[in-house]
């Protein structure tokens, strides 16, 4: 049978005297069970045809992968460590490099697999916890251009945690507080991430500038730049904070509030005018929203993100020509943005076009095939 739980996959065994599990003949202790992972007989792993005479160290060293990632409070797990770090002394490189290419191309359940087993295989090391933190948050964003909302917000749950972990590092991880900004940023707490950033340099302030890398210059003029824009925004006020929190609830109404009594101390700052227009909108308040995002854009918020929500806007109010510029124009500023390619979809389908609209949504799911808003718009279509 096809296990649903990965350690189904192994077996434990003693391991003959005579086996040798790597090139320089380390000493296996052989009263110690060994976890070996089984071979895939038409696609499911089958315990009686495990064959010992066809046992190779490969085996062994996927079945300890598999204990370290699942098996945490196995009894002979500092054992197993120190077998597979012996074995392969580079392990914990490769694992990594190899997690963070499966992250980068979203083979997201093969990279979570590496990532439990690299916890498993060194439980203190912080740059893998950081890592892993790196990992769940681009699969919640991953997630979300997909539509899967609800995912991504699990995702992002077990990014904070792995943050959190990760910032609580001693000695301090000075990268560890600036990835933790930009997730704090995405979610609009500019609060949070101002108070990472002003963390991330004043860790990093005693190092001398001409010995760092170009990486390193960048970075820490980013968040420089990051901090003085916050700062001059007032972005981290808590009329603003709180608007955030009340829209993302659902509780536009409050938050509308909150966001008018922010905009009333700060007329200029064009994100407050984007919230404003994003709680209309949520409200059905097209007309309003559109003034909203007009002002965001004149100050100085022309990017995708508004011109997307203007053009919602317009979409809702029958105004379809310049629903089709705006959508145009964000496509311009981000030509692979998926969102914008079926919101120009769902125009062509309000129009009574089904031939451009299936082209958009076919589009979408050529640059990504999990994306449930296309699929759905595309069944309904049939």
């Given at each position: 049978?096809?296990p649903?739980n990965?350690?189904d996959?192994?077996?434990?065994?003693n391991?003959?005297?005579?086996?040798k599990?790597s090139?320089?003949?380390?000493?296996?202790?052989?009263t110690?069970p060994?976890?070996?992972?089984l071979?895939?007989?038409?696609g499911?792993f089958?315990k009686?045809k495990?064959d010992i005479?066809?046992?190779t160290?490969?085996?062994i060293l996927?079945?300890?992968l598999?204990?370290l990632?699942?098996?945490?409070e196995?009894?002979n797990?500092l054992y197993?460590r120190s077998?597979?770090k012996?074995?392969?002394?580079?392990i914990?490189?490769?694992?990594t490099e190899?997690?963070?290419?499966?992250?980068?191309?979203?083979?997201?359940?093969?990279?979570e697999?590496?990532?439990?087993a690299?916890?498993?295989l060194d439980?203190?090391?912080?740059?893998t916890v950081?890592n892993?933190?790196?990992?769940?948050?681009?699969?919640?964003?991953s997630?979300r251009?997909s539509?899967?909302?609800d995912?991504?917000?699990?995702?992002?749950d077990m990014a904070?945690?792995?943050?959190?972990?990760a910032?609580?590092?001693?000695?301090?991880?000075?990268?560890?507080?600036?990835?933790?900004a930009f997730f704090?940023l995405?979610?609009k707490?500019?609060?949070k991430?101002?108070d990472?950033?002003?963390?991330?340099?004043?860790?990093?302030?005693?190092?001398?500038?001409?010995k760092?890398?170009?990486?390193?210059?960048?970075k820490?003029e980013?968040?420089k730049?990051?901090?003085?824009?916050?700062a001059?925004?007032?972005?981290?006020?808590?009329l603003f904070?709180?608007?955030?929190?009340?829209?993302s609830m659902?509780?536009?109404e409050?938050?509308l509030?909150?966001?008018?009594?922010?905009?009333?101390?700060?007329p200029?700052?064009?994100n407050?005018w984007f919230?404003?227009?994003w709680a209309?909108?949520?409200l059905?308040?097209?007309?309003?929203?559109?003034?909203?995002?007009?002002?965001a854009?004149?100050?100085?918020g022309?990017?995708?993100?508004?011109?997307?929500?203007?053009?919602?806007?317009?979409?809702?109010?029958?105004?379809?020509d310049n629903?089709?510029?705006?959508?145009h124009t964000a496509?311009q500023?981000d030509p692979e943005?998926t969102?914008?390619?079926s919101?120009?979809?769902?125009?062509a389908?309000?129009?009574g076009?089904y031939?451009?609209?299936?082209?958009y949504f076919?589009a979408?799911?050529e640059y990504?095939p999990d994306?449930?808003i296309?699929q759905?718009a595309?069944?309904e279509m049939?």
């Amino acid at each position: 049978m096809t296990p649903t739980n990965p350690l189904d996959s192994i077996i434990f065994i003693n391991i003959p005297e005579d086996f040798k599990l790597s090139r320089e003949s380390m000493h296996i202790d052989t009263t110690i069970p060994l976890p070996v992972q089984l071979p895939v007989q038409a696609g499911v792993f089958d315990k009686a045809k495990l064959d010992i005479s066809q046992l190779t160290p490969e085996m062994i060293l996927a079945g300890i992968l598999t204990v370290l990632a699942y098996d945490k409070e196995n009894k002979n797990i500092l054992y197993y460590r120190s077998i597979i770090k012996k074995a392969k002394p580079n392990i914990k490189q490769e694992l990594t490099e190899a997690a963070i290419l499966k992250t980068k191309n979203e083979d997201f359940d093969i990279a979570e697999e590496i990532f439990e087993a690299l916890r498993g295989l060194d439980p203190d090391d912080m740059p893998t916890v950081l890592n892993t933190a790196l990992f769940f948050d681009q699969r919640a964003e991953s997630y979300r251009r997909s539509g899967l909302n609800d995912d991504a917000d699990a995702y992002d749950d077990m990014a904070f945690r792995y943050y959190k972990e990760a910032m609580a590092a001693d000695p301090p991880l000075p990268d560890a507080f600036f990835n933790a900004a930009f997730f704090y940023l995405r979610q609009k707490n500019y609060s949070k991430g101002k108070d990472c950033l002003d963390t991330y340099l004043s860790l990093v302030s005693g190092q001398d500038d001409e010995k760092l890398s170009e990486n390193e210059k960048y970075k820490k003029e980013r968040a420089k730049e990051i901090i003085e824009d916050i700062a001059s925004r007032n972005l981290d006020d808590e009329l603003f904070k709180s608007a955030f929190d009340f829209i993302s609830m659902g509780q536009e109404e409050k938050g509308l509030e909150q966001i008018k009594g922010f905009i009333e101390k700060n007329p200029k700052i064009w994100n407050a005018w984007f919230m404003l227009g994003w709680a209309l909108r949520r409200l059905e308040r097209y007309e309003d929203a559109k003034s909203a995002f007009n002002q965001a854009i004149t100050l100085g918020g022309n990017n995708c993100d508004t011109y997307n929500e203007l053009a919602i806007c317009c979409m809702e109010t029958g105004d379809f020509d310049n629903c089709r510029k705006n959508l145009h124009t964000a496509l311009q500023i981000d030509p692979e943005n998926t969102k914008i390619m079926s919101n120009l979809g769902f125009l062509a389908k309000k129009e009574g076009d089904y031939t451009s609209a299936r082209q958009y949504f076919t589009a979408v799911l050529e640059y990504d095939p999990d994306d449930v808003i296309a699929q759905n718009a595309l069944s309904e279509m049939e």
